[in-house]
C-alpha cells in the first residue's frame, strides 16, 4: 500500500509535468491520475490479481480526492520485466538480512539459485528462512526491512533464467 507522502509525492511529479494521464502500481494497489484542466484528480482503484487460478480483489480504503495546480515537467516511466515473484509463506514480519549488522541477503541485481535464502520472515518469535523456488536475477524488492507482511504477499520479483 503507498503512503500518503509518496502518494504526495507522485501528484507533485505529475502536477510538474506534461503528461495528462499517470497510474502507478505496486503490492496490489493502483493509483490513476488525470488531469482535468488545470487540476490533478488522484482516484485509487481496485485491482485485480489472478495467481494460481484463483482471482483475488484488493480494495483500497474510499478515496481521497486531492487537487493541486499544474505546470511542465518530464516523468519518466519504469517497467520492470519478470518472471515469477517469491511470495510470503506466511503472516509475519519481514527481514532481508540474518542481523542488523550484516548485508541483506539479496537486493536488486542478485542472482539467486533455486533453494537460496532471500529474506527472513519473523511469525511468532520464530525465524523462518525463505527460499527462492527458481534460479534467475532480483529485479525488484516490493518490501522494506521490517515490514509487516500477509500470507501470499509478493515480496521480490525474479527474471527467472
Known sequence: MLKV???R??????DQSSINEFT???NGTKVSMKKISDNVVVQPQPVVQV??????????PTPKQETMQTDEVDVKEHTVNYDFEITSPMVG???SSPNPESDPFVSVGS???KDSVVCIVEAMK???????EVSGEIVE???ENGELVEYGQPLFRVKTK
Open 5 to 7: 507522502q509518496e502518494i
Open 9 to 14: 509525492e507522485i501528484i507533485k511529479l505529475v
Open 24 to 26: 502507478y502500481e505496486t
Open 51 to 60: 495467481e494460481k487460478e484463483v482471482t483475488a480483489v484488493s480494495q483500497p
Open 93 to 95: 514480519t519481514f527481514y
Open 111 to 113: 542472482t539467486v539459485s
Open 126 to 132: 520464530l525465524f523462518n528462512e525463505i527460499e527462492s
Open 141 to 143: 524488492v516490493l518490501v
